[in-house]
């Protein structure tokens, strides 16, 4: 197998086992070259990933094969389109959906959240897919966490 598929395949699972995605939420996308991205199917389950629910597109979001690409594929071509090397997650972790429900804003208690997290944006979310792409990509210029409220989590990383 290669080697971006089974990362994305150990993190979806490891997202599962921390109960910070359930049923068939959440996506992940990692940039294999310049010009190519791989990505999660739509409906796909993070924690029972198989290779052939991972999908490669080009950086204008045209599959090379006929499976469905998850919905929040928009958010994941400008992430990659912005950022040169960088994975994507998004996630819709019940916790923190909770928390952002009745908060705008991350209150650190902790030192170590403080220095980890930094400032995170919480963006107002009004449909179940991400459609304004624009303030996503800044937000993440500033930090590598966007929070979308009533919606869930970005993420990017260099993995």
């Known amino acids: ?9 150990e993190i979806g699972k490891l997202l599962w086992d921390k109960d910070l995605c359930s ?4 996506n992940i996308s990692v940039k294999l ?12 389950c993070l924690g029972m ?23 929040e594929k928009p958010i994941h071509l400008a992430v990659h389109k912005e950022f040169s090397e960088v ?9 923190t959906n909770g928390y952002f429900a009745v908060r705008d804003r991350l209150e650190c208690l902790t030192h170590e959240s403080r220095l980890l997290l930094g400032e995170v944006t919480c ?32 993420a990017i990383g260099e993995t």
Do not use: C, R, W, Y
């Open 1 to 9: 197998m290669d080697s971006k598929k089974k990362e994305i395949i």
């Open 23 to 26: 049923a068939a939420s959440g």
């Open 49 to 71: 990933l198989t290779e052939d629910e991972l999908i490669a597109l080009d950086i204008q979001g045209t599959a090379k094969t006929q499976k469905m690409v998850t919905t």
């Open 123 to 154: 963006l107002a979310q009004d449909t179940p897919s991400v459609t304004d792409v624009g303030k996503v990509v800044e937000a993440l210029k500033n930090s590598n966490i966007v929070i979308l409220k009533q919606h869930g989590v970005i």
């Open 33 to 44: 070259d310049t010009n190519t991205i791989l990505i999660t199917a739509h409906d796909a």
């Open 87 to 95: 994975a994507v997650i998004h996630a819709h972790p019940p916790f």
